[in-house]
T-cell receptor
């Protein structure tokens, strides 16, 4: 089954404790992206990657890091989480040609709470 | 840069009533337009999209949307809603040639029996 898998789905952590949210897709997509969803703000792009070893900042990259060492994986790293990073995070993937035409496939989301 | 405004944060309707969710966009170039749906505790999935051609676009689950270039709008409609349509709906825009989707703030559709 074609899917985007995120882990963990739920996490409560404390300020400053490094964490990683993993994202894996099994569709051989070149493009992967991370979004955060906050009430009243919709989805905002954090980082994206057009292919292996190619990453770029989205609209709200501060406080986050990513890496793309393999095509299928695109982990999101919070080196020193703060309460304002409490949010619902989504990973998405797409064939490169499909990004512009809206063919994004989303994971089920990871709800992160930073105390 | 493109932007999207969804005019209603919440829309309550009765079951079997019609519904319209409003979306306006801003861009200086030609765009592609999309509606995504997010059911409770799930990720987003594509509902319908406008790339070119007919301005009336039909999607899954009986939804349709109309692209109005002069009013820069892409409103989503359904003639008769069901309880199962309860979800959050996101309008999104992509400028032609750009590798980026910009999402609106979302509209929560609540269906009352």
């Amino acid at each position: 089954e074609a899917q985007v898998t995120q882990n963990p789905r739920y996490l409560i952590t404390v300020t400053g404790k490094k964490l990683t949210v993993t994202c894996s897709q099994n569709m051989n997509h070149e493009y992967m992206s991370w979004y955060r969803q906050d009430p009243g703000l919709g989805l905002r792009q954090i980082y994206y990657s057009m292919n292996v070893e190619v990453t770029d900042k989205g609209d709200v990259p501060e406080g986050y890091k990513v890496s793309r060492k393999e095509k299928r994986n695109f982990p999101l790293i919070l080196e020193s989480p703060s309460p304002n990073q409490t949010s619902l995070y989504f990973c998405a993937s797409s064939p490169l040609a499909g990004v512009n035409t809206g063919e994004l496939f989303f994971g089920e989301g990871s709800r992160l709470t930073v105390l | 840069a493109q932007s999207v405004t969804q005019l209603d944060s919440q829309v309550p309707v009765f079951e079997e009533a019609p519904v319209e969710l409003r979306c306006n966009y801003s861009s200086s170039v030609s765009v592609y337009l999309f509606w995504y749906v997010q059911y409770p505790n799930q990720g987003l999935q594509l509902l319908l999209k406008y790339l070119s051609g007919s301005t009336l676009v039909k999607g899954i689950n009986g939804f349709e949307a109309e692209f109005n270039k002069s009013q820069t709008s892409f409103h989503l409609r359904k003639p008769s809603v069901h309880i199962s349509d309860t979800a959050e709906y996101f309008c999104a825009v992509s400028e032609q040639g750009a590798q980026k989707l910009v999402f609106g703030q979302g509209t929560r559709l609540t269906i009352n029996p």
